[in-house]
Every structure is written in C-alpha cells, then in structure tokens.
C-alpha cells in the first residue's frame, strides 16, 4: 500500500464548484471515506483516493465525464471507484430512511440519489460498472 493510504484527507470541507452535480458527487465521494461505508473490493488506498478525486473534481481537473461511465469509453480508475463508492452511499443513503416514518427525509434521499447516479450513468442498463439495485 502507498503512505497516502495513512495520510488524512485534504479534501476542503465546503465544495466551491459552479455544478451543484458536482458538488453532491465531491460531498459523497467523501462521506464515504469519512465513515469508511463498506464498498466491497476497497483498500485503504481506495478510502485513500476518494477525497482526491473529490478535490479534482471540485477544482476542475476532472470534470463528471471523467468518473462516469459512457459508452466506448475506457474504463479508468476513476470510473471504477467513483462506481462503487457512489453505489455504496445510495444504498446506505436509502436503508438509512427507507423504513422510517419521514416521507419528506425519504423524498430527499430520493432525490439526491437519483442526482448522483444520473451523474454516473450507474442506472444506464448498459453500464458495466452497473450495481444491481435493491427494490
């Protein structure tokens, strides 16, 4: 593993980027390695490297095509573990509310989820990077 997988997160606490789509991409990719939310097949460097694409997006560098995945497009690394990250706090996103009585709280994750997985075409049938969805 690489000595940035030990290094805390730069990552600023309040996105400054002009897209609100990037904005939610670079607070989830985040919350994730924040609270270390299982993503099945991550390595400390995966938590690691979260907050960096987080950065680079926010900044600029990357833009959301860079993470999402498109048709006869390579699949990076950034594709992969923005995937799955994203995937990962969707569904902890919607366990954390779906069987409450807040139907506003419901709505928003509702919401929001749908916002991050358009961002990365998670839900495009043709998606190799595609996680099958809990009903």
């Given amino acids: 593993m690489s000595s940035s997988a030990s290094q805390p997160s730069a990552a600023p606490t309040e996105w400054t980027n002009p897209s609100k ?3 939610f991409v670079c607070s989830a990719l985040v919350e994730v390695t924040r609270t270390r939310l299982p993503v099945p097949g991550f390595t400390d460097d995966d938590y690691a490297y979260l907050p960096q694409l987080a ?4 900044g600029g560098e990357l833009s959301l095509s860079d993470v999402s995945w498109q048709v006869g497009i390579q699949v990076t690394r950034e594709r992969q573990v923005a995937s799955a990250a994203i995937h990962a706090f969707t569904e902890a996103e919607w366990a954390r509310v779906k069987d409450g009585d807040d139907e506003d709280a419901q709505a928003d994750v509702g919401n929001d989820n749908a916002l991050l997985r358009t961002c990365l075409n998670l839900d495009d049938p043709q ?3 595609k996680f099958k969805s809990e009903a």
């Fill in 21 to 23: 789509p990037v904005r």
């Fill in 127 to 129: 998606n190799p990077l």
């Fill in 55 to 58: 950065t680079r997006l926010n």
